[in-house]
T-cell receptor, first 114, second 111 residues
Framework: DGGITQSPKYLFRKEGQNVTLSCEQN?????MYWYRQDPGQGLRLIYY???????QKGDIAEGYSVSREKKESFPLTVTSAQKNPTAFYLC?????????????FGPGTRLTVL | GENVEQHPSTLSVQEGDSAVIKCTYS??????FPWYKQELGKRPQLIID?????GEKKDQRIAVTLNKTAKHFSLHITETQPEDSAVYFC??????????FGTGTSLTVIP
């Protein structure tokens, strides 16, 4: 799990501003994921990508955008259209995103909207 | 989509006792069920997983059982220790593509 990094650890944003969360992995994994974690709601999938230059929406993609230009990187942008962005954001990766691959999580970014 | 329910939301046990966490799922096509442990302020980590072609799997003090007919699976921790205190999440997926997580169980082991 040390092969996935997220930055920053804490992030503060004013309402109306877009902000980008970084996720990098050096595990040579094809698949990467973004989850949002809220108290009492577990982890909910925002976006996932199984290959470079391709990604799919998860259950709560509205107000978020992603890109996958490099295998190692999967940045998440929280836009001003996201109505309640304050949450803990977790990035994960797995070997292929198919079959029974283990997901490895990054340390997370806690976003607070002021 | 899949819906995973997890119970209880909080669980307190005395050190040395057993702890059981239960999850149900809705989509009969789900065939992979991992369990994650998240210690306070840390990332979730896989502790055990089970595939739909297996009814039970054990790893030292941790075991998982799966009942495909009833669509539920459970995590069993025996001889609990204070370091087992954490939040545990179950998940279900169809061939490891999208994962659907339960809402978590906060386990406290009382010394």
């Amino acid at each position: 799990d040390g092969g996935i990094t997220q930055s920053p650890k804490y992030l503060f944003r004013k309402e109306g501003q877009n902000v980008t969360l970084s996720c990098e992995q050096n595990l040579n994994h094809d698949a990467m994921y973004w989850y949002r974690q809220d108290p009492g709601q577990g982890l909910r999938l925002i976006y996932y990508s199984q290959i470079v230059n391709d990604f799919q929406k998860g259950d709560i993609a509205e107000g978020y955008s992603v890109s996958r230009e490099k295998k190692e990187s999967f940045p998440l942008t929280v836009t001003s259209a996201q109505k309640n962005p304050t949450a803990f954001y977790l990035c994960a990766s797995s070997t292929t995103g198919l079959g029974y691959d283990t997901q490895y999580f990054g340390p997370g970014t806690r976003l607070t909207v002021l | 989509g899949e819906n995973v329910e997890q119970h209880p939301s909080t669980l307190s046990v005395q050190e040395g006792d057993s702890a059981v966490i239960k999850c149900t799922y809705s989509d009969s096509a789900s065939n992979y069920f991992p369990w994650y442990k998240q210690e306070l302020g840390k990332r979730p980590q896989l502790i055990i997983d089970i595939r739909s072609n297996v009814g039970e799997k054990k790893d030292q003090r941790i075991a998982v059982t799966l009942n495909k007919t009833a669509k539920h699976f459970s995590l069993h921790i025996t001889e609990t220790q204070p370091e087992d205190s954490a939040v545990y999440f179950c998940a279900a997926s169809i061939s490891g593509n999208q994962f659907y997580f339960g809402t978590g169980t906060s386990l406290t082991v009382i010394p």
